[in-house]
């Protein structure tokens, strides 16, 4: 089944309902996780082959997108705060959902778009790359490919009414094209031939030209001016530094020691200029800015991964012992109370717990040789 992202509601600034909210969230941190997954098993298909060379711009670019999203989603998920979210709250995720994402370091500097754009371009890129390398199903499921198109037909048809009316005619053609092709290809189906071969090259020609759209509307907007790229970069900037300060106090508050950086004020910049030649430095410090903020996140984040990484190895040492008929004896017990004891405070002292967990992984080790050398006594 191919992974869709979900739709984004509302619009710029907007106070969501906290239910569209949560069902969201819980929607695209499915897609994140499902989104990695494909790129990784795409990544393993195209080295198997042979052909890692052939999708390496593709799948630099997929991944970039993935991490871009990630993130973003972090800095939502943070904001959300688990639902306790006032209107002020709800008006920054929306921003943070339909804002900028040209502060993230991962996407290449002539790529600007919002959240949904980046989800789509990724579903585009990812389509593109289960053709070209096989992977999508055959004969027996024209079908279901045959459904897919159509509906990438529809999101074209959208994207295609937001083009330039200079440049409008030109898009039409080619959607009718596509189109065209995708009825004879479906009237050949429906009459039983093989279309497989037809299939192909249709869905290629389909997400180059989906992805095309979405690169061009985001450059478009690119050029509408310095100032309003300003404007909308500070207004992302200023939803990240509340999210940030959140994950910061989280991380303070849960591990210890916690990483010390500090939170860009982006209210010290003062207020957007409106000249040629004040506008270009500006909108650099707000791009050193970005990268300060990614910079913290990236810091914040892995600090809070590492408590959860040694509790859930914690995790798999006591399911090993059990496993082994171990986890009672005292000495793994006793061990284990310590370890969960530590990892339950706040702040978690990162350095004991980690010794910790690896007490307990050395009395393991001892009790399994020990029971080893009785069995084979």
Known sequence: MTLAAPAAPGRMGQALEPTVLQAYLGDLEAWVRGRRTELDELDEAALAAGRGADVASDMALSLALWKAVSDRYQLVFATWDGGRVLQAERERISTLIWGRLDGAASLPGNLVVSLPEACRLSDALAGQLRTRLALTPGAD???????????????????????????????????????????????????????????GPLEID?????????????????????????????????????????????????????????????????????????????LQRLDRVGQAMSLAQEKYAAALADLTDLTQLLDAYVAKARALGLAERDDLRESERQARQVLGRRPAPIAVCRQLVTTYQTWLTQAGTTSHQQETA
């Open 141 to 199: 499921a024209a079908a279901a490919r045959i459904r897919e198109l159509r509906a990438q037909c529809e999101r074209l048809r959208d994207q295609v009414g937001l083009e330039p009316a200079a440049g409008r005619d030109a898009a039409v053609r080619e959607l009718a094209g596509l189109m065209s092709r995708l009825e004879t290809v479906a009237e050949r189906a429906r009459r039983g031939a093989d279309v497989g071969g037809l299939l």
């Open 206 to 282: 389909a997400t180059r030209f989906e992805r095309d759209l979405i690169v061009g509307n985001a450059r478009r907007r690119e050029a509408r001016g310095q100032v309003q790229q300003a404007r909308e970069l500070r207004a992302d900037l200023e939803a990240r530094e509340a999210a940030l300060a959140s994950l910061a106090d989280t991380c303070v508050r849960t591990v210890e020691p916690a990483p010390r950086y500090a939170v860009p004020d982006v209210d010290a910049l003062g207020p957007i200029p409106n000249t040629p030649e004040l506008i270009g430095p500006y």
